[in-house]
């Protein structure tokens, strides 16, 4: 028997009752305070996908990080509130001792062949096999989790105030092959170190608040990237009075739009 | 005494209970199915607004559309699951019948003046008033609320399936004067119509199943823009098997990006 992967150990929930679940923190995601925002969304969306009555397959979702969570044990509880003929609406909350630590909507739908067209192009880069990999440490546990090359935007060598733009480009997968699916698309969302701290070239405290990502891809077609290279790139739109936003874009090797994303972050200063 | 305005009276909520109210549809906003869905979204965050524990202002807004809303009367309950020292995160649902027909979150927050930037310029476009009125009819009831003056990225005037960029610029401001805020601006960020419709020069049915706001912009400045000109920009960024989504801004005529969205827009065919 192979051991599973340090993600789905990660986001696996075990069923107490329909829709109630508990589930733990792993220290393979330690993040400064608490675990990597991403594999937190990954267990919400988790929920959704492990619930009986299920329908079709992830579109939209939403979390909302509420307080950053313990090491430890958590409990996560989804519902659907509403169930049409093609599309359902999810309802999902975390907690740690009764307290609240994320909520959370979905929606998953049966989804139909259609016209279809990217209208993002995916930007022109170096193949991920000529990009290098980082030469500085990752100061937290859950980046080794990753294999990350970056294109453009790295995080400053040097934290001397002056930095630039605010987009980041990179080559990223797992660092242990694992093939894609919607909870590491949920992941790979939040992989982007903080836009205020390439803006600025300065540290500050931060923490994502609200994120959401939209689905473009299937599980087939994530099947088939199977452990592929996804390019990822983020951008922030404003930084004003302790919060920022960015608006981000997964696309395959191959140059398909995978995923579209978007998150506001809290910042100190 | 003077009549309320009439986005006041679509929008209005009577308490019930805290954080219970009921409201109903105004046939001023009515749109081909339901109500325009920026007014719905405009509700519930008017549900957070008005509820007695609030704590700041808000951040974020995501809206699910679950069901087009029946005309006529509906519930709205917003609770807040959580409440840290200055941030409050908010968990809404609205319903008819007992049928849930929305489900939102949102994050309101005690905002501190930090350093702050824009990153995304508001591109250069001509002045409010140098750009015409449209000379197309509105085919549904609430465009007649707005003032749209189209600098790019207009209704298509052929529906000859030829299209192009997904793209929109418009001026926008309601048509009868009323000043800005938060509620105004969670329904501005609706007011794009379908991507497809112009990607494509095609009318098919579609309707929005998921929207987020991120509010950069306080009440303070927002009622110092009163009446003033909204630049609007939106630009799908993926079409896909029934869902495309868009990213959008929302700037003042001077130039500060006042909040940005996205949505995720179902389409048949």
Redesign the interface.
Known sequence: MTSPHTFDTAIALTPTAEGEYTGATSPAYANMVGPFGGVTAAVALNAVLQHPALLGEP??L?V?F??ALADGAFTATARP??T?RS?Q?W?I?LAQGG???M???A?T?A??????????PMPTVPAPNTVPDPTQSPQVEWVNRYQMRFIEGGIPSEWDGVGGS?QTQLWVREAAPRSLDFCSIAALADVFFP?VWL??ATRVPVGT??M?V?F???AAPLAEIGHGWVLGQA?????????F?H?A?LWSEGGH?LA?S?Q?V????
């Open positions: 579109v939209a939403t909302n509420c307080a509130p509403r049409n599309t609406h309802v909350e307290e609240t630590v909520t959370a909507t929606m739908a989804r139909r062949e259609t016209w279809s067209v990217d209208d993002e605010s836009r803006r600025r608040v609200s959401t939209y473009h891809a299937g951008r922030a739109q404003a930084f004003r009075n302790g919060f936003d608006t874009q739009l579209t978007h506001v809290y910042y100190k200063e």
